[in-house]
């Protein structure tokens, strides 16, 4: 048997291992599944047995959100009490120290769960192309990004440990209702980690082994295994979040009701699902960003700052990619959580927490521009890109518009005596701009505006060589403007109509938007095929204020993560699962927003503190930049697949 065959061989097992891992906690997991994953108690059994050795009477019960009846298989949901045995004491705030190390965990979850789709992407891209030189460099692209994403993985075990250990000594008798209801599930989650692990290794280890040909192709097969068991790792965690926000497959008492796929799937489980997934590439992509900013601000070469330089831009197209529909996934999410407790909705978007709505859009609101401000800068390292640089300025004033009505509060937090002075809460004129008709105008404009940047920097240095290029460009330019069109106008129509049916003109206003994304993106992607090169992109030759701008990216993207985490658990207010468990600690409050401010900061700080440690270990053991990149760095450059 040659060498090469049994490469093959290896790589085709080690793929059959993955897969059997993959496959193994579902095996494993299917008895207790089909005994509903939680055993019946000895005293609901024996309740019901008739006297003289008859068959046990059943209890059944109805579900709180499906309204179907199940047999009671679990105690109900504790009552506890503000006491030491329910809820132990440290001379210091509990929830303080869970939102740390939650929140911490969350941090690295999420950048182990996008580095890797990433890798696979990239590594894909280089696969299918014909330019050798280009294959290589996104292959160590690839694998730079999986070597960081290595010791995040082991940094992710840790705090998923410290996690679990400070639900079980903080908050005990919750943690042990939880683990009743989602035993199965928690079955099945460790389980998967063990698989993630394993393929995560051999996925990094066999990497210089599976480089070439048919063994290349099992590699990059691998890592979609490995991205496969990440995401449902990611959906199962949801499911714990979903069930504290809307529970379903227990009764009025939280009793279970042997459904675990009635527990998993909950009202808001699928947007969670959505959202999370966008929020999380859109992290990672911002984290990944700023190592390359990093990297390329303290580059000694000019190699390596056009290494870095390409590597940042990947990174940040791929994470704004998903940063674009992530607003719509946050609308549907609200849309659920009004359906599903109407009360609920009031207390995120008019009541308590709505402050912290403006707080977000502002981060929001930066995300964008912080991505615009690199494309315009970026136009600078193309020659015959300067065609577009005098029309940047209509661009800042539409994102700056759109800006400013989309952070412009409805409602004033103010004292007593300013209340007086202004007549009431709404400021006689911003005020009209605070209604959502007008904010959902303004972040269409933003983002259809982000969308014109990228198609712009896409042609920067290109000519169109197509025989219809002029029609081409005609039909773009009139798409654009009646989309700003249709868009402005139906934020200005929605105040002439009432409130029920202006909740419906966000449709067709996202459905603009999306046309622009999808049409647009395709359309050029079309004219700039066999273009004319009006100049090579200088990779390295950018100004230092763009790398700037990407770490303001990953800043932004870090606090609002943090941010979003901190509503989304607030909303529950002194319910530990809503309307099932009520939460009896001293700490069973809101905070003020000052308070919860400064705690995402200090969470944001901790976990940069740490990520900075995570890249330097990267850096120690980097790979030289191949030979080939050098000879084209400067001059010829590396063009990203996606068309650029």
């Not at 009139?478 to 202006?502: K, T």
């Not at 990953?554 to 985490?565: D, K, R, V």
Request: a positive charge.
């Amino acid at each position: 048997m040659g060498p090469v065959t049994r490469n093959k061989l290896m790589s085709i097992m080690a793929l059959g291992a993955m897969v059997g891992l993959l496959l193994l906690p579902i095996l494993v997991s299917i008895p207790a599944l089909a005994s509903g994953g939680v055993e019946a108690p000895a005293a609901t059994a024996d309740a019901g047995k008739k006297e003289g050795g008859g068959e046990a009477k059943v209890e059944k019960a109805k579900d709180v959100y499906y309204k179907t009846e199940g047999i009671v298989s679990g105690p109900p949901a504790p009552k506890t009490t503000d006491s030491e045995k329910d809820y132990p004491r440290y001379n210091f705030e509990s929830r303080v120290l869970l939102w740390f190390a939650n929140q911490q965990h969350l941090y690295y979850g999420s950048f182990v769960l996008a580095v890797p789709i990433f890798c696979m992407i990239i590594e894909f891209m280089g696969v299918v192309s014909k330019d050798k030189a280009l294959a290589k460099r996104y292959d160590q692209l690839a694998y730079d990004f999986i070597k960081i994403s290595l010791t995040a993985y082991s940094l992710t075990a840790i705090l998923g440990g410290i996690l679990i250990f400070t639900f079980l000594t903080l908050y005990p008798a919750f943690f042990q209702y939880l683990s009743q209801i989602f035993r199965p599930v928690m079955h099945i989650y460790a389980l998967m980690f063990v698989a993630e692990s394993g393929t995560l290794y051999i996925y990094y280890y066999g990497w210089d082994k599976m480089k070439e040909g048919f063994l290349k192709w099992i590699h990059l097969s691998m890592s979609v295994v490995l991205n496969v068991i990440g995401t449902v790792l990611m959906f199962l965690a949801n499911s714990w979040i979903g069930f504290m926000m809307s529970p379903a497959g227990v009764d009025e008492q939280g009793r279970y009701l042997g459904n675990i796929w009635h527990v998993i799937h909950t009202a808001l489980w699928n947007p969670l699902n959505l959202h999370r997934i966008l929020g999380n590439m859109a992290f990672g992509g911002g984290v990944v960003a700023a190592y390359a900013a990093y990297r390329f601000l303290s580059a000694k070469t000019d190699e390596e700052r056009a290494h870095y330089d390409w590597m940042g831009y990947i990174a940040m197209a791929l994470g704004v990619s998903f940063l674009i529909p992530l607003p719509f996934a946050g609308y549907w999410l609200m849309r659920e959580v009004y359906a599903y407790r109407q009360q609920m909705g009031i207390t995120l978007m008019g009541g308590l927490l709505a402050w912290l709505f403006i707080i977000q859009a502002t981060m929001i609101g930066i995300l964008f521009l912080s991505t615009n401000y690199y494309l315009w800068q970026a136009l600078g390292r193309m020659r015959g890109a300067e065609k577009y640089q005098r029309y940047i300025k209509y661009l800042v004033f539409l994102v700056v518009c759109g800006f400013l009505v989309f952070i412009t509060p409805h409602t004033m937090v103010m004292t007593p005596a300013e209340l007086k002075a202004m007549g009431g809460q709404q400021h006689p004129v911003l005020g009209n701009y605070g209604v959502m008709s007008a904010k959902n105008g303004g972040i269409n404009v933003i983002i259809t505006t982000t969308v014109l940047s990228f198609v712009w920097y896409m042609r920067g240095n290109k000519v169109s060589t197509v025989s219809w290029s002029k029609f081409g460009n005609i039909f773009m330019g009139c798409f654009f403007f009646f989309a700003y069109v249709n868009i402005i106008w139906l934020a200005i129509y929605g105040y002439y109509i009432p409130a029920n049916v202006r909740v419906g003109l966000s449709v067709p206003q996202v459905a603009t938007t999306l046309s622009c994304l999808f049409f647009m993106f395709a359309l050029n992607s079309v004219m700039m095929k066999g273009a004319k090169q009006t100049g090579p992109i200088e990779w390295g030759k950018i100004s230092v204020r763009s790398q700037y701008a990407l770490i303001m990216l990953a800043t932004a993207f870090t606090w609002m993560m943090g941010l979003m985490g901190y509503i989304r658990s607030s909303v529950r207010l002194f319910w530990h699962v809503n309307e099932i468990m009520r939460d009896n600690s001293p700490w069973a409050y809101t905070h003020t927003v000052g308070f919860a401010a400064n705690m995402i900061s200090f969470n944001v700080l901790f976990f940069w503190m740490t990520i900075m440690f995570v890249f330097w270990l990267g850096a120690l053991a980097a790979k030289k930049v191949p030979v080939e990149a050098k000879a084209g760095a400067p001059g010829r450059a590396p063009e990203p697949a996606v068309g650029h």
